[in-house]
């Protein structure tokens, strides 16, 4: 009895009382237990808007999901047709955006991670690029405007591309750098050892090692940029006719969802859900297998 | 034998190797400095072809609500107030959502659902802006016109100041309306970096505390949080960043009017927003094309000083 006493005034603070040590314990147990509910909760409306979006595209477009909207260009109102051409202007300036866009973000990272250790030039072109990256995309639609758009004389498909090209940079530089930063200091070591001069090193040695991080940058351009809207509202503008001519207006189909889905005519609004439908399952198709490139590697 | 034949390449090679070395080099520091120079001119374009708006308005183009094509006048104060109105607003929604998740994905989700629900809410952000837009206006905006706004007036109607706040017609579009876009937008970007911040937290430090009799949630609170405060708010800013430019998903379901809306159910608009807008109806050369494109730099300098701060606090710790 009086050992027990001993050790009851051995414990510091509240502990002393037992009923005050259960409370206490009970409080903060009861605090854990409602933060992790919440935050489960969180999750679950995080993952619920995901699947929102997803139902939605699909409920609304697999029905018009017709072999003529790949085959039929864009026809007036009430005369059917499909998207053709949009489709095949978003592949056009997509590819040429990321042609243009992945050798300077390539040759950029290469500078950062191997060349830009420390010096002031480096942590400025990381910070330009930070900035870039997650700089609002109209803006660098009107900087193409006034670059590559007025003193032209109209829009046209391949001011698209660049603005495009813009965007595709900043992101393959991220993924370069980090991925040439993860190569072992043994592995350019043993190159050096071996006489290569620095270049080769790099473009023999480090390029190899990091192609998969590479590609996955590369990749995750291509998604990022295939659903841009707003930069080409002011490049390329969009195209109801057919046409691939890289000095005329080029459709587009992010620009082409947002012209059919505001208007008023049902079979446009119907073509509208089928393009959100394909470019967003395109994109997040794009998304998993970028990942996958990554995690095989490991 | 094998010696002499290595021998007699050195010099030749050593010297076809500098000029290598050399051109190389050259070549991604050129690179190098294009970035730096793309970023140099599209601030200064965008500046040149504002110059006329703030020539011919002044200082007071940042605070004049008018917009009248018809009359050639123009001022930004709407569009940024609605710009900087829908993005704390998002921020206020998504940041709460975007903690939990990021805590659910360090300290309790089991190891084997950890990999695929994150990954799900990355794909969030993947997808495209005009698809919000789209959902926003054929889902949301529905929803927000039937269910949600009407019996939201009605709760507040009657009480002073709160009535004002929640007034108007229900629409469903509005600045409400865009914010909570706006929040579904920017939740993936803020959970990943706070997640990815959070793993940073040396396991010793959390065992320590788990070691006392911590709950996960003390442990949290008392050690991850105040490890990773400084990186925590550089992801909420880039968020913050993310949601300022915001252009499609926003014109969708704002409302598109130029007036200071007092209830967050009245309509508004962006500076994004009206540039996406008024930009087809503007001839080249004309004070309104420069107007937007000062509205533009405007919105870049904002932009700019959110994302800079940042990166100043996502840095990674040196030591």
Redesign the interface.
């Given at each position: 009895m009086s050992g027990a006493a001993a050790t009851a005034d051995l414990r510091p603070g509240p502990a002393k009382d037992e009923r005050v040590a259960k409370a206490l314990g009970s409080r903060r147990k009861r605090a854990n237990m409602i933060v992790q509910v919440l935050c489960i909760l969180a999750t679950v409306i995080g993952l619920l808007f995901l699947a929102a979006i997803l139902f939605t595209l699909i409920y609304r477009g697999f029905a018009g999901l017709h072999l003529s909207v790949f085959t039929e260009v864009t026809k007036p109102p009430g005369s059917g047709g499909g998207l053709l051409n949009p489709i095949v202007g978003s592949l056009i300036q997509t590819a040429i955006g990321t042609a243009i866009g992945t050798p300077i973000g390539l040759m950029v990272g290469t500078y950062l991670a191997e060349y830009a250790a420390g010096s002031a030039l480096g942590n400025a072109v990381r910070f330009v690029s930070d900035v870039l990256l997650s700089a609002p995309s109209i803006l660098i639609g009107l900087f193409i405007y006034e670059l590559a758009v007025a003193p032209f004389g109209g829009f046209s498909g391949i001011a698209g591309a660049i603005a495009l090209a813009v965007i595709v940079i900043p992101i393959v530089v991220r993924t370069t750098e980090d991925m040439l930063n993860l190569i072992p200091t043994a592995l350019r070591e043993a190159a050096v050892a071996l006489g290569a001069p620095k270049w080769k090193m790099i473009v023999l040695i480090c390029y190899r090692a990091a192609k998969d991080g590479i590609l996955t940058g590369v990749l995750l351009a291509v998604a990022r940029v295939a659903g841009e809207t707003a930069p080409l509202l002011f490049t390329s503008l969009g195209n109801l006719n057919w046409s691939v001519a890289l000095n005329r207006p080029m459709a587009s189909l992010p620009v082409t969802i947002y012209q059919y889905a505001g208007a008023a005519y049902e079979d446009w609004v119907e073509l509208a859900w089928v393009g959100a439908l394909l470019i967003t399952f395109g994109v997040l198709a794009l998304n998993i297998v970028a990942r996958l490139v990554l995690r095989n590697r490991n | 034998m094998s010696q002499s034949i290595a021998a007699p390449s050195?010099t030749a090679?050593r010297a076809g190797?500098?000029i290598?070395?050399a051109?190389?080099?050259f070549?991604?520091?050129?690179?190098?400095?294009?970035?730096?120079l793309?970023?140099g001119?599209?601030i200064v374009?965008?500046f040149?072809?504002g110059l006329p708006a703030f020539k011919a308005f002044g200082l007071g183009f940042v605070f004049s609500t008018d917009w009248d094509p018809v009359q050639d006048v123009f001022g930004a104060a709407v569009p940024i107030y609605g710009t900087l109105v829908t993005s704390v607003l998002a921020l206020i929604m998504a940041v709460?959502?975007?903690?939990?998740?990021a805590?659910?994905?360090t300290e309790?989700?089991p190891m084997w659902i950890r990999r695929p629900?994150g990954?799900?809410?990355?794909?969030?952000a993947?997808?495209?802006?005009?698809?919000?837009?789209?959902?926003g206006?054929?889902?949301i905006v529905p929803l927000m016109s039937q269910y949600i706004q009407p019996s939201v007036i009605d709760t507040f109607d009657g009480i002073p100041v709160l009535q004002d706040f929640f007034a108007g017609p229900p629409f469903g579009t509005g600045i409400f309306t865009a914010a909570l876009i706006l929040a579904?937008m920017i939740?993936?970007f803020i959970?990943a970096t706070m997640r990815d911040v959070f793993l940073t937290v040396p396991a010793v430090f959390k065992e320590s505390a788990y070691g006392v009799g911590c709950?996960?949630?003390?442990v949290?609170r008392a050690i991850v949080l105040p490890y990773t405060r400084a990186s925590v708010v550089g992801g909420i800013m880039?968020g913050l960043?993310?949601a300022?430019?915001?252009?499609?998903a926003v014109t969708?379901v704002i409302g598109n009017t130029n007036r200071i809306a007092t209830s967050i159910f009245g309509p508004g608009n962006t500076i994004?927003s009206i540039?996406?807008l008024e930009?087809?109806e503007s001839q080249?050369g004309s004070l309104k094309l420069s107007s937007?494109?000062a509205l533009?730099f405007i919105?870049?300098v904002i932009?700019?000083i959110v994302?800079?701060i940042?990166?100043l606090l996502l840095r990674p710790r040196s030591k």
């Open positions: - | 050195t090679h190797s500098n290598g070395d051109i190389f080099g070549a991604v520091r050129a690179a190098g400095v294009f970035v730096l793309l970023l001119s599209l374009t965008l040149i072809g709460p959502l975007a903690f939990g998740i805590f659910y994905l309790l989700a629900v990954t799900a809410i990355e794909l969030l993947a997808v495209p802006s005009i698809i919000y837009g789209m959902w206006f054929f889902v579904v939740i993936p959970a709950t996960t949630w003390e949290m880039l960043g993310r300022l430019g915001e252009t499609m969708f994004a540039v996406a930009f087809p080249a937007l494109l533009g919105l870049f932009s700019f994302l800079a940042s990166r």
